[in-house]
């Protein structure tokens, strides 16, 4: 049983109650799937507020220590999550998100890897573009806005980009530095829809090691 749809039905007057939640350039969501949405990584709610106006299911990889664990596996499988070991190149988990954009899917990936604890936009890493190189997707670039200190009703913009074409990411797969470049290329094109940044953000340069 998929819980998708119950989850985000349950989860949308709860977000909408606790932010005051603004949508911008929703006219940019492609109306099918076979696409990677990439986002930059702030709160534990950025899944929430991401699926709200997608017509589209957004599958996510979680860590295989939460899908083995009995009670939350369960739980978060019935989500339509992509399972992924971490600690090794897991050519399953890419084997299986590859599938699920060439069946017409669409892939969520926050590109930073972890949240970042001040807003300030980390350094991407290389998973977003591999993923492209590997199926040939399309990337569609969206940025979360929450003020400092996030707070009951605090204003947030959930800002959709306009679709990165895969033949602007210029990615050979066998190619480290243009996968590198394309990594550098999405996290500057989701900086851009980012409302004012915190001082003292970093430039997004090469990946996080």
């Known amino acids: 049983?998929?819980?998708?749809?119950f989850g985000k039905a349950v989860t949308y007057p709860i977000v909408r109650a606790a932010f005051a939640v603004r949508y911008e350039g929703v006219e940019n969501i492609p109306?099918?799937?076979g696409y990677i949405l990439a986002c930059n990584h702030?709160?534990?709610?950025?899944?929430?507020?991401?699926?709200?106006?997608m017509s589209v299911q957004i599958h996510y990889m979680a860590k295989i220590e939460l899908v083995r664990n009995p009670l939350i596996g369960s739980i978060i499988k019935r989500f339509g999550v992509i399972?992924?070991?971490?600690?090794g190149g897991d050519t399953g988990a890419l084997d299986n998100a590859a599938a699920l954009i060439q069946n017409?899917?669409?892939l969520g990936m926050f590109p930073e890897g972890?949240?970042?604890?001040?807003?300030?936009?980390?350094?991407?890493?290389?998973?977003?573009s591999v993923i492209a190189g590997k199926t040939g997707a399309d990337i569609l670039p969206v940025a979360i806005s929450y003020p400092q200190g996030i707070k009951f009703r605090?204003?947030?913009?959930?800002?959709?980009?306009?679709?990165?074409?895969?033949a602007r990411?210029?990615?050979?797969?066998?190619?480290?530095?243009?996968?590198r470049a394309a990594s550098k290329l999405l996290m500057d094109e989701i900086i851009a829809l980012l409302e004012p940044l915190p001082e003292g953000s970093p430039p997004s340069g090469a990946e996080e090691s």
């Open 1 to 5: 049983m998929n819980l998708y749809p």
């Open 31 to 33: 109306a099918s799937g």
């Open 42 to 53: 702030r709160s534990n709610f950025d899944p929430i507020l991401l699926a709200h106006k």
């Open 83 to 87: 399972p992924v070991d971490r600690g």
């Open 104 to 106: 017409g899917g669409v």
């Open 114 to 128: 972890h949240r970042s604890k001040t807003g300030a936009p980390l350094r991407p890493r290389s998973g977003v």
């Open 154 to 166: 605090a204003p947030v913009v959930v800002r959709y980009g306009k679709l990165i074409p895969h």
């Open 169 to 179: 990411l210029g990615i050979d797969p066998d190619s480290p530095a243009t996968i």
